[in-house]
């Protein structure tokens, strides 16, 4: 077992890090910016959710109308990592416990490391960056590939059979939030629930998560979770 044949797909925010406060105010700013809407995010769960996800909530919450949402749309998303990227080096970006031993462990025995996360590419990838996780991920599913999580699955699924001749024989979504254990079992892949964000071990396992782990510390039960 190994090389190419078990693909991990992990979460960013609660999954393998903490304290995304830029992340927050990129949002704020850009709603400000292109709607003239002035809106505090922290009053929606938007724990699993995809950024444009997101942002669309908070334009409807606002009343704007489809057509006025879509004037701008894009151009928000862009000014959102237009900001992220200036600032991220004040961000106090934190690697929970045992990430980076798993993901060395993982990166010896040859499993795929990808991510499936709602951040939009760039601003994972700076995010990682700063607790130098990033290098662990040459690829993945994210918020500015598509709204709805599913299709991240999907879609980096995709990458890791042309990039990396996967053949789709074991796949495994890594996340602390009920959606991420939906998107996985939507695209007929083994998830495990990570209780380090909002949700606790025994929400995540009514979810229908297949593995429950406290953090991600325990190696040894997350190498016989995928088999290995």
Same mark, same amino acid.
């Given at each position: 077992?190994?090389?190419? $044949? *078990? %693909?991990?797909?992990?979460? @960013?925010?609660?999954? !393998?890090?903490? +304290?995304?406060?830029?992340?927050?105010?990129?949002?704020?700013?850009?709603?400000?910016?292109?709607?003239?809407?002035?809106?505090?995010?922290?009053?929606?769960?938007?724990?699993?959710?995809?950024?444009?996800?997101?942002?669309?909530?908070?334009?409807?919450?606002?009343?704007?109308?489809?057509?006025?949402?879509?004037?701008?749309?894009?151009?928000?998303?862009?000014?959102?990592?237009?900001?992220?990227?200036?600032?991220?080096?004040?961000?106090?970006?934190?690697?929970?416990?045992?990430?980076?031993?798993?993901? $060395? *462990? %993982?990166?010896?025995?040859? @499993?795929?490391?990808? !991510?499936?996360? +709602?951040?939009?590419?760039?601003?994972?990838?700076?995010?990682?960056?700063?607790?130098?996780?990033?290098?662990?991920?040459?690829?993945?599913?994210?918020?500015?590939?598509?709204?709805?999580?599913?299709?991240?699955?999907?879609?980096?699924?995709?990458?890791?059979?042309?990039?990396?001749?996967?053949?789709?024989?074991?796949?495994?979504?890594?996340?602390?939030?009920?959606?991420?254990?939906?998107?996985?079992?939507?695209?007929?892949?083994?998830?495990?629930?990570?209780?380090?964000?909002?949700?606790?071990?025994?929400?995540? %396992?009514?979810?229908?998560?297949?593995?429950?782990?406290?953090?991600?510390?325990?190696?040894?039960?997350?190498?016989?979770?995928?088999?290995?």
């Amino acid at each position: 077992m190994g090389n190419n $044949d *078990i %693909l991990t797909l992990f979460d @960013v925010d609660g999954t !393998l890090v903490r +304290g995304a406060r830029c992340h927050y105010q990129a949002f704020v700013h850009a709603v400000k910016k292109f709607y003239g809407m002035y809106e505090d995010i922290s009053g929606i769960n938007y724990a699993g959710k995809t950024d444009p996800q997101i942002l669309r909530e908070v334009l409807e919450l606002g009343g704007f109308s489809e057509r006025t949402i879509e004037k701008n749309f894009q151009n928000c998303l862009e000014y959102m990592i237009q900001y992220y990227l200036k600032n991220v080096h004040l961000e106090n970006v934190i690697a929970l416990d045992g990430t980076k031993k798993l993901l $060395d *462990i %993982l990166k010896d025995e040859n @499993v795929l490391l990808g !991510l499936t996360t +709602g951040n939009l590419e760039p601003i994972a990838y700076a995010k990682l960056n700063r607790v130098a996780l990033d290098q662990y991920f040459p690829f993945g599913g994210f918020g500015s590939d598509y709204a709805e999580r599913a299709l991240l699955v999907k879609k980096a699924i995709k990458l890791a059979i042309a990039k990396f001749n996967f053949k789709e024989e074991k796949i495994f979504v890594i996340g602390d939030t009920p959606l991420d254990v939906a998107a996985g079992k939507k695209v007929g892949a083994r998830t495990i629930g990570v209780a380090t964000g909002r949700y606790n071990s025994e929400e995540l %396992l009514k979810s229908g998560a297949d593995y429950i782990m406290d953090d991600l510390t325990d190696k040894n039960f997350f190498m016989e979770s995928i088999g290995l």
